[in-house]
């Protein structure tokens, strides 16, 4: 066997081990993302939290959000956008991460709106009315009364169940799911239990049709 024989042969056989070595650790790589992607569904999905979307969805966005969070109320249209144009597809579950001040008497407004089936609606009416009771120096939530109204709320209904006990429990359980999960700002999503790889609009589009792909 000549020079050149042995040099293309040594030149073969390390792109067959890099290729190999490549293939392995892109596996390894992928079980291991599944397997967080598993465990951290078991902190991700509570029972009882608002949902949207066809319930058979074969992808689920979790969002931890923020009421009083602009990043937030900003991203909301680009998500809603999401589900739109995936009809069948996705389906989205509400977590809370109530950091701001004056954010855990929203989530207690929205709570109280889910048990009368306008928790949607009423976040509709959060967000586009946010700079009017969200400043961060100087937050004033109960400005939100002022809107309510046009959601065809209960009042009386709601002023009652904003201390219920059970709210108070739903915000802790999800305070404390956030910190398992690592969440310390807002909004963060997992797309099928996967966090998103790096923060935008593009990685949540990506991964979302990266799990539409694969389901």
């Not at 599944?34 to 966005?61: F, H, M, S, W, Y």
Request: hydrophobic letters at 40%.
């Amino acid at each position: 066997m000549n020079q050149k024989t042995i040099f293309i042969s040594s030149l073969a056989l390390v792109v067959l081990l890099f290729v190999g070595g490549t293939l392995f650790y892109n596996q390894t790589q992928s079980a291991k993302h599944k397997e967080q992607a598993a465990a951290n569904l078991t902190k991700l999905i509570r029972q009882g939290a608002p949902t949207k979307g066809d319930p058979n969805a074969k992808v689920q966005i979790v969002e931890f959000f923020d009421p009083a969070c602009g990043t937030c109320a900003r991203f909301h249209p680009f998500v809603e956008d999401l589900i739109a144009k995936n009809p069948g597809k996705i389906k989205i579950m509400a977590r809370y991460a109530p950091f701001h001040k004056g954010s855990d008497y929203m989530v207690k407004i929205l709570e109280a709106a889910r048990m009368q089936g306008k928790f949607w609606q009423t976040l509709e009416i959060m967000f586009a009315t946010q700079s009017e009771w969200a400043s961060h120096s100087d937050p004033q939530p109960q400005r939100i009364w002022n809107y309510l109204g046009s959601v065809g709320l209960d009042m009386e209904k709601m002023g009652a169940d904003l201390n219920s006990p059970e709210i108070d429990r739903i915000i802790k359980q999800d305070l404390q799911d956030a910190a398992d999960l690592k969440v310390t700002k807002t909004p963060e999503f997992f797309v099928n239990g996967r966090p998103l790889p790096r923060f935008g609009y593009d990685p949540l589009r990506d991964l979302v049709a990266e799990e539409i792909s694969l389901n």
